[in-house]
Nanobody, 123 residues
Framework: EVHLVESGGGSVQAGGSLTLSCAASGFLYSRQCMGWFRQRAGKEREEVANIYTGGRREYFADSVKGRFTISLDNAKNVVYLQMNNLKPEDTAMYYC????????????????WGQGTQVTVSS
């Protein structure tokens, strides 16, 4: 069974930074694909960033491009989300995710999810 455990959330003022971490344990179909989603109040869950180290590819939502970076330590099965220049609209519950299956970096078959970590950005 796969477990994803996030940490690093908290409260910060606009313009500040936070680093989220997610440690994965158990059998992962691919240790090269992981990502982050978020859910803002009253909104649907949205993808923020993902990384595929096998193809050296990264994806970022337009709303976070240039402010967030993602990295994956394959040896430790830990994915990080560095969030800089945070804005109040970044306030959300952030979820770590990993694909149940994948092919060439494409996520297939649904996701494993962490329990989430809250990020609150005040103006």
């Amino acid at each position: 069974e796969v477990h994803l455990v996030e940490s690093g959330g908290g409260s910060v003022q606009a313009g500040g930074s936070l680093t989220l971490s997610c440690a994965a344990s158990g059998f992962l179909y691919s240790r090269q694909c992981m990502g982050w989603f978020r859910q803002r109040a009253g909104k649907e869950r949205e993808e923020v960033a993902n990384i595929y180290t096998g193809g050296r590819r990264e994806y970022f939502a337009d709303s976070v491009k240039g402010r967030f970076t993602i990295s994956l330590d394959n040896a430790k099965n830990v994915v990080y989300l560095q969030m800089n220049n945070l804005k109040p609209e970044d306030t959300a519950m952030y979820y770590c995710a990993a694909p149940r299956s994948s092919r060439g970096g494409t996520w297939l078959g649904g996701n494993y999810w962490g329990q989430g970590t809250q990020v609150t950005v005040s103006s």
